[in-house]
Each structure stands twice: as C-alpha cells, then as structure tokens.
C-alpha cells in the first residue's frame, strides 16, 4: 500500500468526513423545478456497456445565464433510476485541482417520476461565464437478457433502453450520445431521424453506435431507444457483499473475511442443466454466459487464505503469492447459471505493518474500501456493509473514504464484546449501496486513538484470570473434604 502519500491528506479531511460521509437528501418544496439559470453549451454523453452493468459519463459545458452568480445544477432521473443509480462523481474537465463538489438527492415529491440529484458547484460560476463538468454514474440491475431464457450452449445477449437524448434540466444547445459495446455484434437497435448529411442515427462504427450531433435541444427533452447486443459472459450481481476487518496490535495482524451473496441476472436456462453437455464442453474452452471462476487480488503479504460456502470448505480454489501481489483464484461447487445464487466465503490475514501506521498520537488504518473479484466482465454490488473491529479500548473513531460520497448511506461507532474482552471492542460500520467493482482502488482510512493502558487491558485480564484460576486450585486443593472417622 503507498500509505503515506494519503497521510497527510487524511488527517486534515477526517474531522469533517466522519460527520458528513453519509449520503444526504435535500428537501425541497412539492411545486419545485429548477430555475433556468444555466444552459448546456456543448454535451457529449457516453453509455457504456462494456461490463455488465452501465457506466454513463456526461460531459457538458455549462453556462450561466443568469445576471448574479449560480452553484446550483441539478441533474434529472426517474424514480426508477433512482433506486439503481451509484457512484454519482463530478469533477472539473479542464481543471482536476477544483475540488469541493457535493452531490445530493433532491427530495420534494415522492409521487412524481421525475427526481433530481443537486450538484454544488465549488466556487459560484458568474454571469455568462462557463465550466466544463465531467458526470459519471452507473445503474445496477439496468441490462436484461433478452430472449429471458436460452439453451445451455447458447449465446446470451442483453438489452438496453435509454434516451437519444441525455436528460437535462436546461436547454442544450449541441449534444450527442455515444454507446460503446463490448463487440460489434449488435444484432438489433433503434434507428431514428438524422439531420443534415446524415439521414439516420445512429452512425455504426465497429463496436460504437453514435446519435448525434443534435442542435438546440429543449430542456427535458426525450427520445427512446434501445440496444440488443451480444454478452456471452457471466451477469454477476453480489446483492449482499459483509466485509470484516478486525486488527489486532498484539498479534501484529488484519484479519479480512467477506460473505457474498451473489447471484446471475443473465438468461435463464430453458431447460434442465446438463452435467454431461457441461463436461463435454470444457475440453474445447468456449466462452460461456456461466460464472465458472473467479480471481481475486489481494495485497503484497496476504497468507492463510480460505474459501467456503454453506456445505463447508472448497477444495477448488489455487492461492499464489508474490513480492507484488497474492492472488486467490477460486471456482465455485458448480457454474453458476442465469438465475442462480451462490453464496460463499473468503478469508484472508496481512501483516499489519502493510496497513497500519502511527503518527502525531493516532493510528492509521489504511484498506480498500472494497476488494471483491477482479473479473473482466466486471461485478456490481447491491448493499455492502463494512465492520472495522478495532482493538478493546480504541476511542475517538474517525474515518475519511475515498469512495464516492453519495454510496455512503449510514456509518456508526458501537461497541462488541468477543472473547476475553472487558469493556469490548470498537466496531466501526459503514453501510454503502449501489457499487461496482471499478472502485476496487477506492482507500478507506480509518483514525483510533489507543493509549497504552488499553493495550496492556487485555494481557492484564489474561493474567489475572490464569492467576485467579492456579490460586482457585490451590484453595480447593487444601480443602479438607475426607469423612472422619471416630
């Protein structure tokens, strides 16, 4: 880990991220909509379905129309893109040393399906001046398998519907939508009108399907399309994903354990498993839509690693370990289909001096976020709900992530007694929703105070309850407990 390159940093925006990391809604009246305070001077919006689940990107020159200075630009959803929406970020194009956006869900008709995000601009954008924005969200649960049920050996392909035009609150002056696949295989795809040299949209080139360029296009203005395309590989969706990261000072050691609940949302078989057909196959490799194995990279110094699922320990899993990296590559009972489930468990120890460092008075534990299987068809994860079980005695819990704000919904400090504890041991819980594996890198920094009393607490008790225990003997041992005789 290059952990102190992060320090410094993490010092400073601890205070305020402890407080302020759980995602917020702002409320607002029922008869709310945004003021047409800005336009978008230029947008190129970008859906990609390369993984198995979608990544959009909006990248929009903004415009303030009004006569004072503006920081307020809302983004549109559905209520339905609400609940799947994740790892809404926004960042300057022309400028990655502006900081300070804050993203929050708009809050002011429940009834209504249309729903906005607040994006906080950083510094107000004065009158007839322009920003350049760079969007990125993704939608878990959004691709559907299209026929719903295919043969065994047959090839899998997803479905998509979205808007020609990217939904906007403001009135866009030049947009166009680009949609990246992961082949050119595209069997089918709505085509709509063009406009000048181009008669038709979309524009086809290999694996890209490109609407657009559109002139002056109204504030909340749409357009339905969809795409069919061929994914022949694994829709893998963890719809409950329960990391533990317990450190022990005394044993010199960070104890990682994850439960997954994971599930296929591809295609459904259309008739029964064949094992056989299944065996055959395997000879010649092909690519299937089967979840058939997985990799996971874990840090330089990982050892005694584990994989089990609700029968017990499975054999069929390789451990490697390098100066670099260990890598844990595991293939589950049997090849998880569309529709099927698979929960399991994988558990891992490191070397604490890897993630734990000390400086000006407080320790510093510095983990990923999220760590997971590193497929190439990519993973997304419904609810994660991380444990950083500190030592007994730890105090005064601060923690700084690096991972988009908005997934954060709740975080607390409790307290859990486990073996030989007297006052238990601190657990930091953080519960985040709608994530996908492309923030595998994402840092969670952890600060605790633990003083040199706390430490030597558990010793202590050891001790004494040894020593109670031989001085207990030794007391029964010189009880007289014999009858007399006269």
Request: charged share 20%; aromatic share 12%.
């Amino acid at each position: 880990m290059k952990f102190n390159s992060v320090v410094a940093a993490s010092l400073s925006l601890l205070s305020t991220a402890c407080a302020g990391s759980a995602s917020s809604r702002l409320v607002l009246p029922s008869t709310f909509k945004p003021p047409q305070v800005f336009k978008n001077a230029n947008l190129v919006h970008i859906v990609s379905l390369e993984k198995n689940y979608v990544k959009e990107s909006i990248n929009v020159v903004i415009e303030n129309l009004s006569t004072s200075p503006q920081d307020e630009y809302f983004l549109p959803f559905t209520s339905d893109q609400m609940e799947k929406i994740g790892g809404l970020e926004v960042k300057d194009r022309k400028d990655t040393s502006v900081v300070g956006f804050t993203v929050d869900a708009v809050e002011f008709d429940p009834l209504s399906d249309t729903q906005f995000y607040r994006i906080k601009l950083p510094a107000p954008l004065a009158s007839k001046s322009q920003q350049t924005l760079g969007i990125s969200f993704y939608y878990l649960n959004a691709l559907k398998a299209l026929p719903a049920s295919i043969e065994q050996s047959d090839k899998q392909h997803l479905a998509y519907s979205f808007s020609a035009y990217c939904p906007s609150a403001y009135p866009t002056q030049k947009q166009k939508t680009e949609v990246k696949l992961p082949s050119s295989e595209i069997p089918d795809y709505t085509k709509i009108a063009g406009n000048g040299e181009t008669k038709e949209f979309p524009v086809k080139s290999g694996s890209k399907l490109t609407y657009g360029p559109f002139p002056e296009v109204p504030a909340g203005a749409s357009s339905p399309v969809s795409v069919r395309y061929e994914f022949n590989k694994p829709v893998t969706h963890v719809s409950q994903l329960e990391r533990d990261i317990e450190v022990s000072h005394w044993g010199g050691n960070v104890a990682f354990e994850e439960r997954y609940t994971l599930l296929h949302y591809g295609a459904n078989l259309s008739s029964q498993f064949s094992r056989v057909k299944w065996a055959q196959s395997q000879y010649f490799s092909p690519q299937t839509f089967a979840l058939k194995e997985m990799k996971f990279v874990l840090g330089a110094g990982s050892k005694d690693a584990y994989f089990t699922d609700v029968i017990g320990n499975v054999s069929t899993s390789r451990f490697r370990v390098s100066k670099r990296e260990a890598v844990l590559e595991l293939k589950p009972r049997y090849p998880v289909f569309g529709g099927w489930k698979y929960p399991f468990t994988i558990g891992w120890n490191a070397d604490s001096n890897n993630y734990l460092k000390k400086t000006d008075g407080k320790f510093l534990l510095n983990v990923p976020f999220i760590e997971g299987p590193k497929q190439a068809e990519g993973v997304e994860y419904e609810h994660v709900d991380i444990r950083v079980i500190l030592p007994e005695g730890a105090e005064n819990v601060e923690f700084y992530a690096t991972a988009p704000e908005a997934t954060i919904t709740k975080h607390s400090v409790d307290i859990v007694k486990t073996y030989l504890d007297t006052v238990g041991r601190t657990v930091l819980t953080i519960n985040a929703r709608n994530l996908v594996d492309e923030l595998r890198d994402r840092e969670l920094v952890v600060a605790y105070e633990y003083s040199t009393a706390a430490a030597l607490r558990k010793p202590f008790v050891i001790f004494a309850s040894t020593m109670s225990a031989f001085v207990g003997i030794w007391l029964l041992s010189k009880l007289d407990v014999s009858f007399s005789t006269k």
